[in-house]
């Protein structure tokens, strides 16, 4: 923000600070953004090995199905493949994917299956695994037993 720029904020919204001020807050904030990635959430092992479960559904689809799910792709690159999940589990209705792998016949690799094995079940709600086995269920799929 330039200086006339500032002037003209400060003047509009009646803040009175001077620029100096001003600045170290801005320095303050940015090197808040700064910090170490030590200082941030980072995923458990667990959570590491979920995410490539999840890009490896994806890489067999493609492979073994010839479905090319890039939606879903672009949605673990950019959330992770929890954070996927959960948002996925979290809608009322089934993805596009999940249904197009229903019609080729390899709901086992969803990514509700992937919810339901027993190794990644803790990262998961009571809620999320329900809704994970009544989607497979209704498309005539058997999770595996716990």
């Known amino acids: 923000m330039g200086s006339q720029n500032l002037a003209y904020f400060i003047r509009k919204f009646k803040v009175y600070a001077t620029y100096a001020q001003t600045n170290g807050i801005l320095k303050r904030r940015i090197g808040d953004s700064m910090q170490p990635a030590h200082h941030l959430n980072q995923p458990t092992a667990l959570e590491k090995a979920f995410h490539r479960d ?25 959330d992770g493949g929890l954070r996927t999940a959960q948002k996925l589990l979290d809608t009322a209705n089934p993805s596009d994917g999940f249904v197009e792998l229903w019609k080729n016949r390899r709901l086992d690799l969803s990514m509700e299956n992937l919810v339901l094995n027993p190794k990644y079940r803790s990262l998961f709600s009571q809620q999320e695994i329900e809704t994970a086995k009544e989607r497979l269920n209704a498309y005539g799929f058997t999770p595996p037993e716990e």
């Open 54 to 78: 999840m890009l490896q559904i994806y890489q067999r689809a493609k492979e073994e199905c010839g479905y090319n799910a890039t939606r879903f792709l672009q949605m673990v690159a950019n």
